[in-house]
């Protein structure tokens, strides 16, 4: 595979698929435009090669239909001032109306395409769509990491009709972190796992749990764990069908002499909202009638020491529902735990890393993931189809 810096872009129509999948609020302006950010050194780079900048994306599930709430015009207005430069765009991504726009770009312009799922054939990964993707293409560069492990149109079906393609800066940052931090981890290597399901996580932790010194398990997930000793969980969130999966990665950790932590408290309410009223308990004095919503303060302490002494530290997915502050305190105080850690802090996944920013400790992780998904896949050791097309570029 070959990286933006080793091909030839002067000139050339480069066409590149970004993941401008940003949070935005109910009158459509931007949130968060950290996906934005983190390809800005792709784009400068190409538009001083002297490129012709032409740029795909998609933003939300509109499911093949047009919906004007998940219009990339916002990404259009953003992407201008953060550049410093007009961002010319169309209202649709393939078509007359956007091959008129690009045959009057000239080297050194941009133009972002409208969302791409507004075609049902992009996640489709329809031959015909990806072939008129490619007709605006001389050189063709993934830099959405985020969508690196979909088999679509724009990242897969494409590259079988770009003779020249490549991977931008983005991506070559999060492998190089990722797979870094997986197959040659200065240790002790620490994983944090958290989040609602273990079914979402089942095979990022069957692989981690032969590859880390300790793991940490927290969030939702915890109590398919603790239910799978026995423990009563009362109505917090449980997958009964991975009980026994849940018991061989535990069997597999004491095989193995890894380290496997979970919550020894937690905090419980009757239902999962900012009104109800909590308590801490021990996990083993869970109320029938209550679920368990975040870890508690004995936890909190026992996962801060567990990361010590720990010199790698990969994590994906919250301890607790941090949406609602009652619940919020165990991923907060394990945000500034990993931050204040002397540790490369790796960290992956939507939730984990809107935690992390809220917090206010961003500048202190390591490296922040834009691709919760694509992570996961790296972090089970799974090829990401999106790199793999980029491999076989040009491969009919």
């Given amino acids: 595979m070959k990286y933006i810096d080793e091909i030839d872009l002067k000139g050339k129509r480069v066409l590149f698929r970004f993941d401008f999948n940003v949070p935005m609020d109910s009158e459509q302006n931007i949130t968060d435009d950290t996906r934005i950010r983190a390809v800005l050194p792709t784009i400068n780079y190409a538009l001083d090669e002297g490129a012709l900048v032409i740029i795909i994306s998609h933003l939300g ?3 093949g239909k047009v919906v004007p709430e998940m219009s990339l015009a916002p990404v259009v207005k953003r992407l201008s001032r953060l550049l410093g430069k007009e961002v010319h765009t169309a209202s649709d991504c393939i078509g ?13 312009c941009v133009a972002l395409l409208e969302n791409l799922r507004f075609h049902k054939e992009e996640e489709a990964n329809d031959d015909g769509f990806a072939k008129k993707l490619a007709e605006f293409a001389d050189v063709y ?10 088999r679509h149109a724009s990242n897969v079906g494409i590259a079988k009709f770009v003779k020249v393609c490549g991977a931008g800066f983005l991506i070559k940052k999060e492998l190089t972190y990722l797979q870094k931090a997986i197959d040659k981890p200065v240790r002790p290597f620490v994983a944090i796992t958290g989040g609602s399901k273990v079914s979402g996580k089942l095979e990022a932790l069957t692989h981690l749990i032969k590859k880390v010194d300790k793991m ?10 603790l239910k799978a000793q026995g423990y009563e969980i009362g109505k917090s969130i449980v997958e009964d069908d991975l009980l026994e999966k849940a018991r061989e990665i535990m069997d597999t950790a004491r095989t193995l002499g890894v380290k496997m932590y979970l919550p020894v408290d937690c905090v419980i309410a ?4 900012a009104e109800a009223e909590t308590k801490i308990v021990p996990v083993q004095e869970i109320n029938a009638k209550w679920m368990g919503l975040d870890i508690g303060p004995a936890t909190i302490t026992l996962y801060t020491e567990a990361l010590s002494n720990a010199k790698t530290i990969v994590w994906n997915g919250p301890m607790g529902v941090f949406e609602i502050d ?15 850690s002397y540790a490369l802090t790796i960290v992956g996944g939507g939730d984990t890393d809107v935690a992390v920013s809220k917090t206010g400790e961003s500048d202190k992780i390591t490296y922040i993931s834009t691709g919760g998904g694509a992570s996961l896949e790296l972090l089970a050791g799974k090829i990401l189809p999106g790199i793999e097309a980029l491999e076989r570029c040009g491969d009919m």
Avoid: C, Q, Y
């Avoid at 007359?96 to 050194?108: D, S």
């Avoid at 398990?217 to 915890?222: C, R």
């Fill in 141 to 150: 560069i993934d830099d959405a990491f985020g969508n690196a492990h979909r």
């Fill in 61 to 63: 599930r509109p499911k």
């Fill in 96 to 108: 007359p109306e956007v091959k008129k726009l690009i045959e009057n770009l000239k080297p050194g």
């Fill in 326 to 340: 009652a619940f919020s305190r165990g991923t907060t105080a394990l945000t500034h735990s990993v931050a204040n």
């Fill in 270 to 273: 009757e239902s999962k909202t």
């Fill in 216 to 225: 940490i398990i927290g969030g939702g997930m915890a109590f398919t764990f």
